[in-house]
T-cell receptor, first 113, second 117 residues
Framework: GDSVTQMEGPVTLSEEAFLTINCTYTATGYPSLFWYVQYPGEGLQLLLKATKADDKGSNKGFEATYRKETTSFHLEKGSVQVSDSAVYFCALRGAGGSYIPTFGRGTSLIVHP | GAVVSQHPSRVICKSGTSVKIECRSLDFQATTMFWYRQFPKKSLMLMATSNEGSKATYEQGVEKDKFLINHASLTLSTLTVTSAHPEDSSFYIC?????????????FGQGTRLTVV
């Protein structure tokens, strides 16, 4: 079945540092890929998405590129802020049309001033 | 954008009582909603898929008699935790997809923190 693997956290960075959170997936066909962010005590918010190979999703300075050849969708940001501290989830929606997303375990990001 | 509202955001109940959590899509119709339980180490566990006008589909290991799901309309699904026990304390999150479109992302409620004492 489909699966998503994320790097273990927490990731601890200083403000303005470069961020990478790795995400790889296993799925048949061409799934849609997503990054969600969860702030403390809240639900999940869609951060960005990509629906086909080589697409780049971007939002709020975050970017991720759909790499079919490496089955990856790594999240990057050039300069993190304290307000980016949250848990980040990589997810996919199967190419078969299922609306049920498959989530990674989440990566906690802590940004210090 | 599509908004999903979950209520209550926090609830404390006594052991043995039942608690109802509501999930509403405010500006779109959702034939399907999903209920998740989030454990302390952050992972999301899909509990069930709620289908409007029909029975919910439960994931393996989830007790359907304990976690009652009702999807009475295209904008409302409810999760009732019956005879709650302390081990049911958790963060419950719902999500929904927009009906009749090719949108692929799920929209999430803000979650409900359930504490059973």
């Amino acid at each position: 079945g489909d699966s998503v693997t994320q790097m273990e956290g927490p990731v601890t960075l200083s403000e303005e540092a470069f961020l990478t959170i790795n995400c790889t997936y296993t799925a048949t066909g061409y799934p849609s890929l997503f990054w969600y962010v969860q702030y403390p005590g809240e639900g999940l918010q869609l951060l960005l998405k990509a629906t086909k190979a080589d697409d780049k999703g971007s939002n709020k300075g975050f970017e991720a590129t759909y790499r079919k050849e490496t089955t990856s969708f790594h999240l990057e940001k050039g300069s993190v802020q304290v307000s980016d501290s949250a848990v980040y989830f990589c997810a996919l929606r199967g190419a078969g049309g299922s609306y049920i997303p498959t989530f990674g375990r989440g990566t906690s990001l802590i940004v210090h001033p | 954008g599509a908004v999903v509202s979950q209520h209550p955001s926090r609830v404390i109940c006594k052991s043995g009582t039942s608690v109802k959590i509501e999930c509403r899509s405010l500006d779109f119709q959702a034939t399907t909603m999903f209920w998740y339980r989030q454990f302390p180490k952050k992972s999301l566990m899909l509990m069930a898929t709620s289908n409007e006008g029909s029975k919910a589909t439960y994931e393996q290991g989830v007790e359907k008699d304990k976690f009652l799901i009702n999807h009475a309309s295209l904008t409302l699904s409810t999760l009732t935790v019956t005879s709650a026990h302390p081990e049911d304390s958790s963060f419950y999150i719902c999500s929904a997809n927009i009906r009749g479109t090719m949108n692929t992302e799920a929209f999430f409620g803000q979650g409900t923190r359930l504490t059973v004492v």
